[in-house]
T-cell receptor
Framework: KAGVTQTPRYLIKTRGQQVTLSCSPISGHRSVSWYQQTPGQGLQFLFEYFSETQRNKGNFPGRFSGRQFSNSRSEMNVSTLELGDSALYLC???????????FGPGTRLLVL | SQQGEEDPQALSIQEGENATMNCSYKTSINNLQWYRQNSGRGLVHLILIRSNEREKHSGRLRVTLDTSKKSSSLLITASRAADTASYFCATDRRGGSYIPTFGRGTSLIVHP
């Protein structure tokens, strides 16, 4: 099976802009989670989607949003970008009912 | 705050030596997982140990769990240069969502 894919891999934006990141999970995986990784804060959970519904949410402002489509592909959007949003954004998928997560390579976002 | 915290933050060893890293957590858990991350890439799942297990092996990896001390250790035997990576423990919360909470990681460097 193909692994989790994320697009784009690298992105440069300026403050105030918005960005949309995409994640395609492993075929058959219905749960998709998003994480933000920074040197200062480590890996922080953003949200999880299952069957097109947001099932869990981390402590991030409303500027961070996401959605999941019927084919389980997911997107996350960050509006009004701030310098502190520069990070590696990781997507992970897992089969229903399993705790193990399979991560994509990440999208590295730089906000200038 | 992070649920799991790895120790040490950084570890530097020679090829062939064993590497031991520890994880401490705060609340009761259902399971604990270890992941590896090569520089700037996605995480790779290594091993999952459930709260009713005390030890688990996978190849050169040995994981122990002491729920009374709320701690786990990951031992990598006969380390190789390719083991150079960051290692994270991830815990869920008993009675809560199974979304894993990651520590800040141990950075392991194996010198050839």
């Amino acid at each position: 099976k193909a692994g989790v894919t994320q697009t784009p891999r690298y992105l440069i934006k300026t403050r105030g802009q918005q960005v949309t990141l995409s994640c395609s999970p492993i075929s058959g995986h219905r749960s998709v989670s998003w994480y933000q990784q920074t040197p200062g804060q480590g890996l922080q959970f953003l949200f999880e989607y299952f069957s097109e519904t947001q099932r869990n949410k981390g402590n991030f402002p409303g500027r961070f949003s996401g959605r999941q489509f019927s084919n389980s592909r997911s997107e996350m959007n960050v509006s009004t970008l701030e310098l502190g949003d520069s990070a590696l954004y990781l997507c992970a998928s897992s089969p229903a009912g399993q705790e193990t997560q399979y991560f994509g390579p990440g999208t590295r976002l730089l906000v200038l | 705050s992070q649920q799991g915290e790895e120790d040490p933050q950084a570890l530097s060893i020679q090829e062939g030596e064993n590497a031991t890293m520890n994880c401490s957590y705060k609340t009761s858990i259902n399971n604990l997982q270890w992941y590896r991350q090569n520089s700037g890439r996605g995480l790779v799942h290594l091993i999952l140990i459930r709260s009713n297990e005390r030890e688990k092996h996978s190849g050169r990896l040995r994981v122990t769990l002491d729920t009374s001390k709320k701690s786990s250790s990951l031992l990598i035997t006969a380390s190789r240069a390719a083991d150079t990576a960051s290692y994270f423990c991830a815990t869920d919360r008993r009675g809560g969502s199974y979304i894993p909470t990651f520590g800040r990681g141990t950075s392991l460097i194996v010198h050839p």
